[in-house]
């Protein structure tokens, strides 16, 4: 079966950055399951593993436009020290309320009564490049499909 909208596929995959440092990986692990065509993974990796099947090996390069986008000076703010309790170090994470929901930000400096916190993805801006080995494709589930991810190894449990 070939990886089309709509199929539950697992891949063993490497991440790396530009720099050639491992990102993240799934050796040593279970095959990562997604659901093609629902958002499960960046757009650039679905759209290179498209039409492929089960045993194929696949290099792909993805620009942060089909990643995690560019990098959004607007979401890179500062912020009186005041709003946070207790310490507050760089590194630290916070989940933020906006108008768009909740979002994860991160604190990139701590300097006097500011804080400068970043809620760009920390991928925002990179270009990635994966390493990919196909490891299954079969049909989704109907409740798959309902619920828009994988069930069952490698994927969801309810």
Same mark, same amino acid.
């Given at each position: 079966?070939?990886?089309?909208?709509?199929? +539950?596929?697992?891949?063993?995959?490497?991440?790396?950055?530009? $720099? %050639?440092?491992?990102?993240?990986? *799934?050796?040593?692990?279970? @095959?990562?399951?997604?659901?093609?065509?629902?958002?499960?993974?960046i757009p650039g990796l679905e759209e290179a593993l498209e039409g492929k099947v089960a045993g194929d090996k696949v290099l792909a390069t993805i620009p942060p436009e089909k990643a995690y986008g560019v990098k959004d000076a607007s979401l890179i703010q500062q +912020?009186?020290?005041?709003?946070?309790?207790?310490?507050?170090? $760089? %590194?630290?994470?916070?989940?933020? *309320?906006?108008?768009?929901? @909740?979002?994860?930000?991160?604190?990139?400096?701590?300097?006097?009564?500011?804080?400068?916190?970043?809620?760009?993805?920390?991928?925002?801006?990179?270009?990635?490049?994966?390493?990919?080995?196909?490891?299954?494709?079969?049909?989704?589930?109907?409740?798959?499909?309902?619920?828009?991810? +994988?069930?069952?190894?490698?994927?969801?449990?309810?």
């Amino acid at each position: 079966m070939q990886i089309a909208r709509d199929a +539950v596929v697992l891949i063993h995959y490497t991440l790396k950055n530009d $720099a %050639g440092e491992v990102l993240d990986s *799934s050796a040593g692990h279970d @095959p990562l399951a997604y659901l093609q065509g629902h958002g499960n993974i960046i757009p650039g990796l679905e759209e290179a593993l498209e039409g492929k099947v089960a045993g194929d090996k696949v290099l792909a390069t993805i620009p942060p436009e089909k990643a995690y986008g560019v990098k959004d000076a607007s979401l890179i703010q500062q +912020v009186p020290r005041r709003a946070f309790q207790g310490e507050v170090r $760089a %590194g630290m994470q916070f989940t933020a *309320s906006t108008e768009a929901g @909740p979002r994860t930000v991160v604190v990139t400096r701590v300097q006097g009564d500011m804080v400068t916190v970043d809620g760009n993805h920390s991928l925002a801006g990179q270009t990635l490049h994966f390493d990919v080995e196909v490891t299954e494709v079969r049909a989704a589930s109907e409740e798959e499909l309902t619920h828009g991810h +994988v069930h069952g190894p490698g994927g969801h449990h309810h």
